[in-house]
């Protein structure tokens, strides 16, 4: 019986990793309320979680329309799809979560020593840290005048959009300043054939650090997108296209191992899922973290085998004429803004598209638009309220 609910949330996770602005918590929460519970729904949520982050990456790499977890991979998968190497990419992607999983469920019991002497350390200077990360981020761009208007208005929009009271309040920020963004700023030319080139060592590095992001990630609260951690290790590290999208994958999966870690040792779930999964089980059981953590582990080998399999056949979503294919992308994220958050989600949609659109126009890094999770949460540490 328990296989059969793992198969259905390995299948869940995998349509909605497919179809952006279908979050997994969305996915959770609907199976919530039809009265799934117990332990056969606590296997459905870990797979849909594991398949879900995995399935994800497929958009945003070769659509460029991201989930908040992946938002920052759109800029370098599209690029290699552009070189045609998003096979490559796919397999980095791969690679780095079977990485990122591993290595983290090695590191999984020390962890759960470390975060609560840990985070009752480091708590008091969160804030500050954010600071400075913000002005080094702003300081390394090309024109910081620029950047840092940008970076402002994403802030502000990302206040007003966690102000607003909507269900899913990132999906039309991020679906407007990347997806949208990217959509009117399309210009057609051909594509190139995607290669199946040979996947080289040079990203693990990478995604072993990733490991280390993803478990900062679930100790600091408001720091928990992978896309910041990546951004915020750039800073002190140099890293390429595939160093990006390895620290994103490894960051992103090593983070859900590490937030069962953080429920278990200092009572704080860092991810919706994990919040649902603790309803279901109790994470400070041993038996249920080590259940908890074998269900992951296979959840996550079995997708990365159902893509690594089907590489070739993804690749060719490379090959769409996006001049055919934009209003069609466009029409899908407006529609479902509207279903999910409304008349405001729509609003947002529009504005964050308005300013998505004028960073490409002015040349401003797309980093930069990271401010509209970074800046609420500064403001929010230092108690201003907008």
Not at 1 to 23: D, N, R, S, V
Not at 295 to 301: A, D, G, P, Q
Request: positive net charge; aromatic residues 12%; hydrophobic residues 55%.
């Amino acid at each position: 019986m328990a296989l059969w609910f793992f198969i259905i949330g390995i299948i869940l996770g995998m349509l909605g990793g497919l179809l952006p602005g279908i979050h997994s918590n969305t996915i959770i929460s609907i199976l919530s309320s039809v009265g799934l519970n117990g332990i056969d729904f606590a296997y459905v949520i870990i797979a849909v979680m594991a398949s879900h982050q995995l399935f994800s990456f497929i958009p945003s790499i070769f659509f460029g329309i991201p989930e908040q977890g992946s938002v920052l991979s759109v800029l370098p998968g599209q690029r290699m799809v552009r070189e045609g190497n998003g096979t490559l990419a796919l397999k980095v992607v791969l690679a780095s979560f079977l990485i990122g999983t591993l290595l983290s469920v090695v590191l999984f019991y020390p962890a759960l020593s470390f975060y609560p002497l840990a985070y009752k350390f480091i708590q008091p200077y969160i804030k500050y840290i954010l600071l400075v990360f913000s002005a080094i981020l702003l300081l390394r761009t090309k024109n910081l005048v620029l950047s840092a208007g940008i970076f402002a208005l994403s802030g502000l929009f990302g206040v007003f959009s966690l102000n607003s009271g909507l269900a899913y309040p990132f999906l039309p920020l991020f679906s407007g300043m990347f997806a949208m963004g990217a959509i009117f700023n399309y210009t057609s030319g051909t594509v190139p054939k995607q290669k199946d080139t040979p996947l080289s060592t040079d990203f693990i590095k990478f995604a072993v650090l990733g490991v280390f992001g993803g478990l900062l990630a679930d100790l600091l609260p408001g720091v928990s997108s992978p896309s910041q951690v990546a951004t915020f290790f750039s800073l002190v590290m140099p890293v390429n296209t595939l160093g990006y999208l390895a620290a994103i994958s490894s960051i992103s999966v090593s983070e859900a191992v590490f937030s069962f870690a953080t429920s278990a040792s200092i009572g704080k779930a860092r991810m919706g899922s994990t919040v649902f999964l603790s309803e279901q089980i109790s994470l400070a059981e041993p038996g249920n973290l080590l259940l908890a953590l074998t269900v992951f582990l296979f959840s996550v080998s079995l997708a990365a085998l159902i893509i690594y399999i089907l590489r070739n056949r993804i690749s060719a979503l490379a090959k769409i004429d996006f001049s055919h294919f934009n209003l069609l992308l466009a029409g899908y994220l407006v529609a479902m803004t509207l279903v999910l958050n409304g008349l405001v989600g729509l609003t947002i949609l529009g504005f964050a598209s308005c300013l998505g659109y004028a960073t490409v126009r002015l040349g401003v890094e797309r980093t930069n638009l990271m401010g509209a999770v970074i800046l609420p949460t500064i403001l929010l540490l230092f108690r201003v309220f907008l």
